[in-house]
């Protein structure tokens, strides 16, 4: 899974011309990607880092704030433009594999105690934000793996 994390002050999706989804007061925006190996394991562990990030304010994480947390489908995440001019998507996931990981994501999240916001799986969204910062980081679960013998543990 690939993440996109924004902290925000606010956010909202809107669908048709309808808001489906929107922050009601600072905290952050994430865009998931899901890719073509990645299982329930991968979405714990990139929860986990995500809610507990100290990014927030005074150097607390959105647990720590109870801060709300929108959560947007984005399947372009995982788009590999190595070649030519045209991304490919074969790296992201198919629907049937991915919207049960999304939504898996999500209520991992709500687990958490954490207001989740989100948008609508699958549809053509505008989505809104303001950054605040700005701060933006982009997590791979990939790279949550237990670090190796002998690497950093930073």
């Keep these: 899974?690939?993440?996109?994390?924004?902290?925000?002050?606010?956010?909202?999706v809107t669908v048709d011309e309808k808001v489906v989804g929107e922050l009601p007061r600072p905290g952050?925006?994430?865009?998931?990607?899901?890719?073509?190996?990645?299982?329930?394991?991968?979405?714990?562990a990139l929860v986990n880092k995500i809610v507990n990030l100290r990014i927030l304010?005074?150097?607390?994480?959105?647990?720590?704030?109870?801060?709300?947390?929108?959560?947007?489908s984005q399947f372009t995440l995982n788009a590999d433009v190595r070649k030519g001019?045209?991304?490919?998507?074969?790296?992201?996931?198919?629907?049937?594999?991915?919207?049960?990981?999304?939504?898996?994501f999500v209520e991992q999240v709500r687990a958490q105690g954490l207001e989740v916001s989100t948008g609508e799986f699958g549809a053509m969204?505008?989505?809104?934000?303001?950054n605040s910062g700005p701060f933006t980081l982009v997590i791979d679960s990939d790279d949550l793996a237990a670090p190796r013998?002998?690497?950093?543990?930073?």
């Design 149 to 154: 013998r002998g690497g950093s543990s930073s």
């Design 57 to 72: 304010g005074d150097e607390q994480s959105a647990v720590d704030l109870n801060a709300p947390v929108m959560v947007v």
């Design 1 to 12: 899974m690939r993440a996109v994390i924004q902290v925000v002050t606010s956010a909202s």
């Design 28 to 44: 952050l925006m994430i865009l998931l990607g899901v890719h073509v190996h990645d299982g329930e394991e991968q979405a714990d």
């Design 85 to 104: 001019r045209r991304p490919s998507w074969s790296n992201a996931a198919r629907p049937e594999q991915s919207e049960p990981l999304y939504e898996y």
């Design 125 to 130: 969204m505008d989505v809104a934000l303001v």
